[in-house]
């Protein structure tokens, strides 16, 4: 069914048009807002004035034009806004506060051990409390908390607080209601994502994404996760689960890391699969961190492992380009950046080879900004894209 919207729905579209105008340009002055925006110089000087008041954004310096009085400038307050941003996964949980311009100002990690729903929950409240009890926040406005999971997930479509983590990577919680949960003992509003798309998210409003309207983010961790980002917005799929890359077959046999009875991509970029797989070959590797001195290293393990990584990428990276004609591919997630970059710089040839020539250019890869927090940083852009990212969707009536 087609609807239409209404001048209420089309003043909180401005509203967001002005943000996030100020957001990318700022310093940047009323008329210039004007200009960009194409709106009337009076209805960008009433938005201007809200977001002044409710502190989203401050004046900056004054422009000396060539004639009459100077002009102020507007740039975004970073500290009119703050969220939290929660990582979690069998093995690790991350908690971020950031505030409005994207600054990450306090993070606190944990490494755990497969944790019961309850244990879990117990540790996301406390974590959240610690953050948002910092002195730093005192009397601000906190946005929300974002939370990201590994998926697949089953999220309600009004982002009502109930979803399944994978109960195959995760026994004993399947049908979990970990947003509920939350609600039940924090007073703000949570958002989940699969941690792929709360990645891809951040990377589109403060990260590599920033001026780019379309691209595939790639997301290495406990699979291979994708955040698909069309026209600026997230496509999420009718299941919210669109992205989900690691569930593609093998182009030839199976990964030496594969445990399942249907092999699939993903299994070969599990790092825990991997710590398993380099410790069986007598190297003791618990952590991200440790792969990095591997690569540094040049192992021969860990090289054989990256290079049939590389072998995966290049069909899985081939059908993007061809079925949705992308243009740029971010790469980012839990492995050291100087390993993503390896990967980003050796795509480009590898991909060459088995490309049946189109009129059409290959996708350019790029690295992420948000290096291996980045589904950390992820989530907690939720409540602040939420908030004010510039969505066609505001348009359309519930």
Not at 145 to 150: F, R, S
Request: proline share 6%.
């Amino acid at each position: 069914m087609l609807t239409g919207t209404n001048l209420t729905y089309t003043k909180a579209y401005n509203f967001r048009i002005v943000f996030e105008t100020i957001r990318l340009h700022g310093p940047i002055s009323r008329a210039d807002i004007a200009r960009q925006t194409r709106l009337t110089a009076q209805t960008a000087s009433n938005i201007v004035a809200r977001l002044l008041e409710r502190n989203f954004v401050k004046e900056g310096v004054k422009l000396q034009k060539k004639r009459g009085a100077p002009s102020t400038t507007l740039e975004v307050n970073p500290e009119g806004a703050y969220s939290v941003g929660l990582d979690f996964n069998r093995d690790h949980l991350t908690g971020i506060l950031v505030d409005l311009a994207g600054n990450l100002k306090t993070k606190i990690f944990y490494e755990i051990n497969s944790p019961t729903p309850k244990d879990a929950i117990n540790l996301m409240v406390s974590t959240i409390r610690q953050l948002t009890d910092s002195s730093l926040v005192k009397d601000a406005y906190i946005a929300g908390i974002g939370l990201g999971l590994p998926g697949p997930l089953e999220i309600n479509k009004n982002n009502e607080v109930s979803n399944t983590i994978n109960p195959k990577a995760f026994p004993n919680w399947e049908h979990v209601p970990v947003g509920k949960m939350l609600k039940d003992k924090i007073d703000h509003p949570i958002y989940i994502e699969n941690n792929a798309s709360a990645a891809a998210i951040g990377e589109r409003m403060y990260g590599a994404g920033k001026n780019i309207p379309n691209f595939l983010y790639t997301f290495f961790g406990a699979g291979l996760g994708g955040g698909l980002v069309i026209n600026g917005n997230i496509f999420e799929g009718e299941n919210r689960n669109a992205g989900e890359l690691g569930y593609f077959p093998f182009p030839n046999g199976k990964s030496p890391l594969s445990t399942s009875d249907q092999p699939h991509i993903g299994e070969h970029f599990n790092l825990n699969n991997l710590y398993r797989w380099l410790n069986e070959h007598d190297l003791d590797i618990k952590r991200p961190e440790d792969l990095a001195n591997l690569y540094n290293d040049k192992n021969e393990w860990f090289m054989q492992w990256l290079d049939l990584a590389k072998e995966y990428l290049v069909s899985i990276f081939l059908a993007a380009e061809y079925f949705l004609d992308i243009e740029i591919i971010i790469l980012g997630g839990r492995l050291p950046y100087s390993i993503i970059e390896d990967i980003a710089k050796d795509l480009p040839d590898l991909i060459e080879k088995p490309r049946i020539s189109i009129n059409s250019k290959p996708p350019i890869f790029q690295c992420g900004t948000a290096g291996t927090d980045a589904a950390a940083l992820g989530a907690a852009t939720l409540p602040m894209f939420d908030l004010f990212a510039a969505q066609t969707d505001v348009l359309i009536k519930d």
